[in-house]
């Protein structure tokens, strides 16, 4: 039986921590729990000291933001199966087993998300992941169950088990040497994103990433960045570019690039006539770091198509989600 340890990342969590770690201590049977704190500056430590002794600390020197906490915290927890799991998250009874038996089951499985549910309300789906990651071929992130603003309720539709082309980073489910062969999280990231840049690459190597609808958690979401926030807005459209620059095809690369950043900059206008100036200054820092760190992304690229020169396309979807949403109307994936 292969060994799983659910390790949270946490930092200035002290209101989250007491509200949502029981359920995971409760429900997690057989799996060890870790807490990695990112230097936090509030009393998460002493709570987890006092409240939660059996739960296995980890104490990292500074925030090293998502990306880097992760990468530095799971170097010290020994395990088969790796659950990264956000620190505002409820999980449900039995909710580990069909994640871990799943990923057993076949070794060319890599990673597996369970269905994710909103917190608040609780027969939403919620944004971070909802039922699987999918990709269009522009190289927009989508989920089942959310398209952009837009959320289904939970009918049972997502109940399957599928391959999908991310998991999402609020509960990722992984096995330690798919994590560590791939390089862990480019830390260039920080936060938002990276666990698709680790997903596109665990597809370039051949390994699937499955969705599986047997599990459910509820997360609350926005704990650290609201959804509407200018550095949430920043990291995105950065990190965005960042990503297809990294992963397309030359070819591809050659005429989507140039449109992924008119689309880009037609979105930054929608912020603005929000009345979002600080989103919309956003975009404009996200284009000027992504010029700016050029080369750096150039040697990457590099890197990864020369050891993995191409990326099944079966769970890529071929149309451009943002043309069927914003023009053709099409609102949910039954669409």
Same mark, same amino acid.
């Given at each position: 039986?292969?060994?799983?340890?659910?390790?949270?990342?946490?930092?200035?969590?002290?209101?989250?921590?007491?509200?949502?770690?029981?359920?995971?201590?409760?429900?997690?049977?057989?799996?060890?729990?870790?807490?990695?704190?990112?230097?936090?500056?509030?009393?998460?430590?002493?709570?987890?000291?006092?409240?939660?002794?059996?739960?296995?600390?980890?104490?990292?020197?500074?925030?090293?933001?998502?990306?880097?906490?992760?990468?530095?915290?799971?170097?010290?927890?020994?395990?088969?199966?790796?659950?990264?799991?956000?620190?505002?998250?409820?999980?449900?009874?039995?909710?580990?087993?069909?994640?871990?038996?799943?990923?057993?089951?076949?070794?060319?499985?890599?990673?597996?998300?369970?269905?994710?549910?909103?917190?608040?309300?609780?027969?939403?789906?919620?944004? $971070? *992941?909802?039922? /699987?990651?999918?990709?269009?071929?522009?190289? %927009?992130?989508?989920? @089942?169950?959310? !398209?952009?603003?837009?959320?289904?309720?939970?009918?049972?539709?997502?109940?399957?088990?599928?391959?999908?082309?991310?998991?999402?980073?609020?509960?990722?489910?992984?096995?330690?040497?798919?994590?560590?062969?791939?390089?862990?999280?480019?830390?260039?990231?920080?936060?938002?994103?990276?666990?698709?840049?680790?997903?596109?690459?665990?597809?370039?190597?051949?390994?699937?990433?499955?969705?599986?609808?047997?599990?459910?958690?509820?997360?609350?979401? $926005? *704990?650290?960045? /609201?959804?509407?926030?200018?550095?949430?807005? %920043?990291?995105?459209? @950065?990190?965005? !570019?960042?990503?297809?620059?990294?992963?397309?095809?030359?070819?591809?690369?050659?005429?989507?690039?140039?449109?992924?950043?008119?689309?880009?900059?037609?979105?930054?206008?929608?912020?603005?006539?929000?009345?979002?100036?600080?989103?919309?200054?956003?975009?404009?820092?996200?284009?000027?770091?992504?010029?700016?760190?050029?080369?750096?992304?150039?040697?990457?690229?590099?890197?990864?198509?020369?050891?993995?020169?191409?990326?099944?396309?079966?769970?890529?979807?071929?149309?451009?989600?943002?043309?069927?949403?914003?023009?053709?109307?099409?609102? @949910?994936?039954?669409?």
């Amino acid at each position: 039986m292969s060994q799983t340890a659910v390790v949270i990342l946490n930092y200035n969590g002290a209101a989250l921590l007491p509200k949502f770690l029981p359920s995971v201590l409760q429900h997690s049977g057989g799996a060890e729990i870790v807490v990695a704190d990112n230097a936090s500056t509030d009393n998460s430590l002493a709570i987890l000291q006092k409240d939660f002794p059996s739960v296995k600390r980890i104490v990292l020197d500074q925030n090293y933001g998502y990306c880097g906490g992760y990468n530095r915290a799971l170097l010290q927890v020994q395990a088969d199966h790796y659950v990264l799991l956000n620190s505002d998250i409820e999980v449900t009874p039995h909710w580990l087993s069909p994640l871990t038996q799943l990923l057993d089951s076949d070794e060319t499985i890599a990673a597996v998300q369970p269905k994710i549910l909103s917190y608040r309300q609780q027969n939403t789906f919620e944004h $971070a *992941g909802a039922g /699987g990651g999918l990709i269009d071929a522009l190289g %927009y992130p989508f989920c @089942r169950g959310r !398209l952009f603003d837009v959320v289904e309720q939970d009918t049972g539709q997502y109940n399957d088990t599928t391959d999908v082309f991310w998991a999402s980073g609020a509960c990722l489910v992984i096995r330690a040497d798919a994590f560590h062969d791939m390089g862990g999280f480019d830390e260039d990231f920080f936060a938002h994103m990276e666990e698709i840049d680790l997903c596109w690459k665990l597809n370039r190597a051949g390994l699937r990433v499955c969705y599986c609808g047997q599990s459910t958690i509820f997360h609350l979401g $926005a *704990g650290t960045l /609201g959804y509407d926030n200018p550095r949430k807005t %920043y990291l995105n459209f @950065r990190n965005g !570019l960042s990503l297809i620059y990294k992963h397309f095809d030359r070819a591809e690369l050659f005429y989507k690039l140039p449109l992924r950043l008119v689309l880009d900059w037609l979105a930054a206008v929608v912020f603005l006539l929000k009345g979002q100036p600080g989103n919309f200054n956003a975009v404009g820092k996200a284009h000027l770091h992504f010029i700016r760190h050029y080369a750096r992304d150039r040697r990457k690229r590099r890197a990864i198509h020369e050891q993995y020169p191409t990326y099944p396309r079966k769970v890529v979807y071929p149309g451009s989600i943002v043309l069927d949403f914003y023009v053709k109307g099409k609102r @949910r994936m039954g669409q």
